[in-house]
């Protein structure tokens, strides 16, 4: 007990037996009562321990008397009272049916060291639906902003409360996708990150309570970058999107994992996305022209749209895929203000790559599309991406599309993919190789050469990146450029000699060049019947319908003076076989006629498709030779004279007489005579995508590319896979506490996806959340008509919450959303327990074998009674007052009649069925029979028909410590809890009461004053040791009359202890209802934390001696931690009171009290940054806590 009362004996053991010691001359002058060992002396000390016990009685006959007084007033203990936590049930899988969980369902945890085996019962019955959440999407249309929940925020897991963050360990610059962090542990691919831009005090943890930060929120709201991972390599983090803006290296990263509705990234994109396998198959810079024609009669803004074109292909670069920018050349659309043409040009090498849509969103957006008929396109992807956000105050004027139309060509002509000649592949790519012609170190070397000659030889600098069968280009530097070409026969890159297939007509000179020419031989060196060559190009000749244009530079290399006449057949693969391709223009004649600038010319066929050749997939086509010839070897017969055997032979001698055609240079150009057609249009608004194509081809059939969202309020959106049907439904919202404004309170009014999809439905709800402000669960009533509309990318049946009132002072934050959830408390259910038997005697007692007991027992007597005496019970207290046992053949054997509880006997008369209750204890009394009836005699006739029993701190256990369901429920899987429980307290100690029983006669139960609010928030928990009530003050810690702000403190040893959000609950529940109508029925109690206020203390402390330096910092370190504990520290140990102000006289004296220090100098005192060094004065409602302590140690001198 704080406040004994006064002794009334002050007297102790010493005094009493100085007292007999001074007694002892006159009584027994013959002893002189000396302490030697004696039977007298020992008598007197025995006598004295009587009379001290004697003394110590009466010093307690006030304290008992006052225990009396309160126990005769009908105060008892406080009994302990049971946590309570919301309870998740899941459904066993392939059920197929919604399961009525009953309340009183119980499940438990497990037992472990801190307690065994602790029950949770439901309170209210529950349908469990088999409906699950899919989708989760908060729309704010005046930011035109859609926001999607972080990674796992469905999987219906308990989500750790703690923040995870990063430092980056890289200074990215703007426009980049990677950074590095100082380690990635917990990151992965599509986790969502926040950026803190500036010094990050957004996050920094503050000392004031939820209402004396509103005003740095708002600012800092914006100071927040968000991105996608996309990529993780080591440490390197790679995001989908662009950093905005440059970071330093330190900057702190956050791994986003609950969901705040209206803010972070936005995921709103307006674009029109045209697709084509084949005309937009573009590996080289190219452009495209897109003729835009829209919708006549249809109004059109005074200004164009911002817009951005773009192409979805590879970034060699970055190595890697990615949205790449167009460059407009010319808009003569203005903006999709009129109709007109828009031209873009494809600015950098790389393929326009063929992808599913969905793998792109997935890479890039990471949203996943659902329409199973889009997801699945594969082409290759332009888009239109509308720079302006479509807000509702917007004044853009949206166009509305007839048709599209697109024509591309190359920006300039394109080589080859590849090539073959039959199956031998042709390079047509040259690697460069220079070398100059030397003067040859020994002529005599040339002679020793085999078929070398001075003129079809020359010796060079150096033989590197030449091979045989190579076209050089030799090149006299001395004589005006004389350019010769021709063919290495041979390399001896021992002497650095090259020689030719032919003579030279030049005699090259030291210095001249030697360069290697791109060659090929597209029918090889010897050409024959059936030999074809193949010509494969994805970007030309899969435009279809496209004029294609080779262009070659060709030569041949003659060795006969015959006129060749071949005969050549071209062709291309359909899908089923070659088919003949129809050349329209032909300046080579079948490869005969040579020149730089010869052409071969066709129209793309329509039906021309992909196949492979020789292991190659591409577009092909073919030329082969099918009749006449280039040319052929003829043989003669040469008679020699053997002069070793004198005898005549006769050989065979093959003469090459061919004109072969050699290809210096083969481009491939395309071009269109008409407009094209799209394959695919499609829009991508809200995060659903719709087919245009079949409008953008058609006239009339207009479209709009671009959509605004369709309502104006802040809407959260759940989609569910399935209906809700009947109820009670309930969905937990495990969101944080809110501030609100009293007059601009938010209220959320909730409706669902009606038969009418322009219609939404009013729904049956109860939203305990009051609009998402705190974590509570929302109960409705699933409705018959419910049905499933497309919204928003995905097809589902949709419930949505929108604010209708109000507005909030922060956006919702929420850990999670949890369906098929239900309050329970810590308790047991106990039916059918005999509590004893009456005998008649008065005053008779009993006990619950489990307790404490909580509220809603059902306590019944067996008694006899006449027909007239049922009726009477049946019509007084109603037909629950008797309950009657029949045997089979329906006769009543027994009648069980109900009694009620009294808080005390003093209004009960001698027929009153009453019974008092100590619920601390489960201690049941009776009447004496003149105040309260006394229960009939019988046997086991006092029967405790059902009771509860639970409650204490143990149970508020830990998210995820109930695992076990232990009330049989066919269908149903497991419960657990996603949130920790809260709200338990242990039975009131007899000091505890002796402080809150006064206070109980003072206000009776009613909370009028200040003080009686304060006292019944501590009646209401155990958990609440500090209490401080502020009359006339709102919830937003502003003046206004007919407001009771309530700040409690719980008992934690937290460095700042602050109440959980079902303390605050229990605390609210309870002053309400000992509260004026005028209070509660305007809901004008607020129940909130304390605010601290941070004490710094600067000091130098000089040691005695340097050896017990380190101890001396630790000890002075950890008295200033205890000292400003708001709860255990303080002058007395006390904790600090609210407004109590610090003193730095007292820390003097708990500082030069440390063994060790010799002295203390130079104490400052830091508050909210000011420098004190007497007195820092606290505001009344506010508590001190630590803050940074600074320790300078100094040797004392002598030391």
């Given amino acids: 007990m704080k406040n004994r009362p006064p002794k009334i004996d002050t007297r102790e053991f010493s005094e009493l037996l100085k007292m007999l010691k001074g007694l002892v001359p006159h009584y027994t002058p013959e002893w002189t009562g000396s302490d030697k060992r004696d039977s007298g002396g020992a008598l007197l000390k025995i006598f004295s321990h009587m009379t001290d016990t004697v003394v110590n009685r009466l010093n307690q006959v006030p304290h008992k008397n006052f225990v009396a007084f309160l126990d005769m007033l009908g105060i008892k203990l406080l009994p302990a009272q049971p946590a309570r936590v919301p309870l998740t049930f899941k459904l066993a899988k392939g059920t197929e049916k919604d399961i009525l969980i009953p309340a009183r369902t119980q499940a438990a945890t497990d037992k472990t060291e801190e307690h065994e085996e602790l029950p949770f019962e439901t309170e209210k019955n529950l349908l469990a639906t088999i409906s699950n959440i899919k989708e989760v999407i908060s729309v704010d249309p005046k930011k035109d902003a ?118 972070g990234k936005n995921f709103q994109e307006h674009s029109l996305y045209l697709g084509h396998t084949d005309l937009f198959n573009m590996e080289s810079t190219g452009k495209v022209t897109i003729e835009v024609a829209l919708a006549s009669g249809v109004e059109v803004g005074s200004s164009g749209l911002d817009l951005v074109w773009e192409y979805w292909g590879e970034d060699k670069e970055n190595e890697k895929d990615d949205w790449l920018e167009f460059q407009v050349q010319n808009d003569g659309t203005n903006g999709f203000k009129q109709s007109g043409k828009v031209t873009i040009l494809k600015t950098k090498e790389g393929k326009i790559k063929e992808e599913k849509l969905s793998e792109i969103f997935k890479n890039t957006s990471k949203v996943e599309i659902k329409d199973e008929t889009i997801k699945e396109i594969k082409t290759r992807w332009l888009r239109c991406r509308l720079k302006d956000a479509l807000t509702t105050n917007s004044s853009i004027k949206l166009p509305t599309i007839d048709t599209i139309f697109i024509k591309p060509m ?106 290697k020419q791109l060659t090929v031989s597209p029918f090889g060196k010897q050409p024959r019947l059936y030999d074809a060559f193949y010509i494969g190009s994805q970007e030309a000749f899969s435009k279809k319908d496209a004029k294609i244009t080779l262009a070659l530079s060709l030569i041949h290399l003659d060795t006969s003076d015959l006129t060749p006449d071949p005969k050549l057949s071209w062709e291309y693969w359909n899908g089923t076989g070659w088919q003949v391709l129809t050349i329209v223009n032909d300046t080579t004649d079948r490869f005969l006629q040579s020149g730089d600038k010869e052409v071969i010319e066709f129209y793309c066929p329509e039906d021309i498709e992909e196949t492979e050749v020789s292991g190659q997939k591409n577009y092909w086509i073919r030329v082969r030779i099918v009749g006449g010839d280039y040319g052929r070897e003829e043989y003669t017969l040469e008679e020699s004279i053997n002069r070793a055997t004198d005898k005549r032979e006769v050989t065979t001698k093959a003469e090459r007489k061919y004109k072969l055609p050699v290809i210096r240079n083969l481009t491939i150009s395309y071009s269109f005579e008409k407009k094209e057609e799209l394959q695919y249009c499609l829009t991508y608004n809200n995060l659903a995508h719709r087919d245009k194509t079949s409008e953008s081809r058609t006239q009339g059939l207009s479209f709009q590319p ?282 009131a100690t007899l000091d505890e009461m002796l402080e809150i029983g006064p206070a109980m006669i003072s206000h009776r139960n009613r909370a009028v004053t200040a003080e009686d609010f304060e006292w019944l928030a501590k009646e209401a928990s ?83 001696s340097i050896d017990v330096a380190y101890e001396v910092e630790r000890e002075v370190r950890a008295k200033l931690n205890a000292f400003f504990h708001p709860l255990t520290g303080g002058p007395e140990r006390k904790g600090w009171d609210f407004g109590r102000n610090v003193s730095a006289s007292d820390i003097y004296a708990l500082l030069e009290d440390i063994e060790g220090v010799d002295h203390v100098e130079n104490l400052r005192l830091t508050s909210d940054g000011t420098i004190n060094e007497d007195v820092v004065e606290i505001k009344d409602d506010f508590l001190v806590a630590n803050g940074t302590h600074e320790i300078n140690l100094q040797l004392a001198n002598g030391g």
């Avoid at 502020?1030 to 008992?1051: A, F, H, R, S, Y």
């Avoid at 959000?1061 to 005028?1078: I, P």
């Fill in 146 to 263: 859609i926001y999607l929940p972080p990674p796992g925020f469905l999987n219906g897991e308990s989500k750790s409360k703690d923040q995870v963050t990063y430092k980056m360990a890289s200074s990215p610059s703007a426009g980049t996708k990677d950074f590095q962090l100082g380690h990635v542990t917990g990151l992965e691919e599509g986790d969502f990150l926040k950026i803190r831009k500036g010094n990050g005090t957004e996050n920094i943890t503050t000392s004031c309570n939820s209402f004396c930060n509103l005003g740095n929120k708002q600012a800092n709201r914006a100071s927040s970058e968000y991105v996608i991972i996309s990529g993780i390599s080591g440490n390197i983090v790679t995001t989908a999107q662009e950093l905005s803006l440059p970071y330093p290296a330190g900057t702190t990263v956050e791994k986003v994992t609950r969901f705040k509705l209206f803010e």
């Fill in 410 to 515: 190359p920006g300039k002509p394109i080589p080859p993919d590849a090539g073959f000649f039959n199956d031998v592949p042709l390079d047509w790519t040259l690697i460069p190789a220079e070398t100059t012609v030397v003067k040859c170190k020994n002529t005599s070397t040339l002679k020793r050469l085999p078929d070398a000659t001075y003129y079809e030889s020359v010796c060079v600098a150096s033989v590197e990146g030449f091979g045989v069968g190579d076209l050089v280009a030799l090149i006299s530097i001395a004589e005006d450029g004389i350019e010769e070409e021709a063919i290495i026969k041979a390399i001896y890159p021992e002497y650095k000699i090259i020689t030719f297939e032919e003579n030279l007509s030049h005699n090259f000179q030291p210095d001249d060049k030697l360069i």
């Fill in 706 to 987: 671009f959509v605004p969202l369709d309502d104006t309020r802040l809407n959260l959106y759940l989609g569910f896979d399935s209906p809700l049907k009947n109820g009670p439904i309930r969905i937990f919202f495990d969101a944080k506490e809110l501030p609100f404004n009293a007059d601009k309170k938010p209220k959320l009014e909730w409706t669902y996806s009606s038969v009418d999809k322009n219609v939404w439905g009013e729904l049956n709800y109860l939203d305990a959340t009051e609009g998402l402000i705190k974590a509570d669960i929302l109960e409705l009533i699933g409705p018959s008509d419910f049905s499933a509309h497309s919204r928003l990318g995905d097809y589902l049946y949709w419930v949505k919450g929108s604010l209708v009132e109000g507005e909030y002072e922060d956006s919702p934050l929420l850990d999670g959303i949890y369906p098929n959830t239900t309050w329970a408390f810590q308790a047991e259910t106990i039916k059918n327990e005999i509590l004893g038997s009456s005998d008649g005697e008065p005053d008779q007692t009993f006990s619950f074998l489990k307790f404490p007991v909580i509220k809603g027992q059902e306590i019944r007597v067996r008694e006899i009674l006449s027909e007239e005496e049922k009726q009477a019970l049946i019509e007084l207290p109603g037909e629950d007052a008797i309950h009657e046992v029949k045997d089979e053949t329906g006769k009543v054997t027994e009648i069980w009649v109900l009694w009620k509880e009294a808080p005390d006997f003093f209004d009960s008369t001698e027929h009153s069925r009453h019974y008092t209750l100590d619920r601390a204890t489960g201690e049941i009394q009776f009447g004496d029979g003149i105040n309260g009836m006394i229960p009939p005699v019988g046997d086991d006739n006092i029967k405790a028909f059902l009771y509860q029993a639970g409650g204490g701190a143990e149970g508020n256990v830990k998210a995820g410590e109930i695992k076990t369901l232990k009330s049989a429920v066919a269908g149903v899987d497991k419960a657990s809890n996603t949130v920790a429980a809260d709200g338990g307290a242990d039975t």
């Fill in 1022 to 1104: 155990r958990k609440v040791v500090k209490v401080r009530c502020l009359p006339n003050i709102n919830n937003g810690m502003k003046t206004e009359v007919g407001w009771v702000t309530v700040i409690i403190v719980p008992d934690l040893l937290e460095d700042k202890p602050f109440p959980s959000l079902e303390l605050r609950r229990k605390v609210r529940r309870y002053l309400e209802a000992h509260s004026a109508n005028t209070l509660t029925s305007a809901d004008h109690i607020y129940l909130d934390g304390p605010s601290y206020i941070e004490i710094g203390v600067s000091v130098d402390i000089f040691v005695s």
